[in-house]
T-cell receptor, first 110, second 114 residues
Framework: RKEVEQDPGPFNVPEGATVAFNCTYS??????FFWYRQDCRKEPKLLMS???SGNEDGRFTAQLNRASQYISLLIRDSKLSDSATYLC???????????FGTGTRLTVIP | DAGVIQSPRHEVTEMGQEVTLRCKPI?????LFWYRQTMMRGLELLIY????????DSGMPEDRFSAKMPNASFSTLKIQPSEPRDSAVYFC????????????FGPGTRLTVT
């Protein structure tokens, strides 16, 4: 079983739409959670960390559900520039390595 | 400050040849990570270093792969001999303070082994 699983998509949404991605992780000892964004043929870049109480950064909201071992990312008022692959990332307690999901691809359509 | 620098950006080689990928982390960062990305398997950690010392190489697929970090500003990932299944994008990333903190990725090396 993979450490982190995501729906690969693609998600094709119109500009202005709200879209949500979910991600599940297998190890209950997971400690820290992140969303990274990767543009086509570019390197991944940190989008936001995910905190236990949930957190918001502009149009982006991240939620964590430890009981069900899933993480979500909500994007409101989608922009064309949001088109990218979103990677769910998990760090386990005591480890310094990260586990990456295979990513969910989003295309925002004019 | 420049970001993580990787070279070459693209590499095409024939099966059986030696390939060396290079990485210069961000100055002051004490962790360096090597990843491989493919469509099928996504981003996989190969090995990481802390203060130039290899800490976890359990992700290195086999003995054909080796990595070194002779000093704080340089690391190499070598594949010898290369095989077509090694074709992937190889990323180097660095961070300060380990995985709790943001990892900064280089632009990657796109390797094609024919």
């Amino acid at each position: 079983r993979k450490e982190v699983e995501q729906d690969p998509g693609p998600f094709n949404v119109p500009e202005g739409a709200t879209v949500a991605f979910n991600c599940t992780y297998s190890n209950s000892a997971s400690q820290s959670f992140f969303w990274y964004r990767q543009d086509c043929r570019k390197e991944p870049k940190l989008l936001m960390s995910v905190y236990s109480s949930g957190n918001e950064d502009g149009r982006f909201t991240a939620q964590l559900n430890r009981a069900s071992q899933y993480i979500s990312l909500l994007i409101r008022d989608s922009k064309l520039s949001d088109s990218a692959t979103y990677l769910c990332v998990v760090k386990q307690t005591g480890a310094n390595n990260l586990f990456f999901g295979t990513g969910t691809r989003l295309t925002v359509i004019p | 400050d420049a970001g993580v620098i990787q070279s070459p950006r693209h590499e095409v080689t024939e099966m059986g040849q030696e390939v060396t990928l290079r990485c210069k982390p961000i100055s002051g960062h004490d962790y360096l990570f090597w990843y491989r990305q493919t469509m099928m398997r996504g981003l996989e950690l190969l090995i990481y270093f802390n203060n130039n010392v290899p800490i976890d190489d359990s992700g290195m697929p086999e003995d054909r792969f080796s990595a070194k970090m002779p000093n704080a500003s340089f690391s190499t990932l070598k594949i010898q001999p290369s095989e077509p299944r090694d074709s992937a994008v190889y990323f180097c990333a660095s961070s300060f303070g380990g995985a709790l903190y943001e990892q900064y990725f280089g632009p990657g090396t796109r390797l094609t082994v024919t």
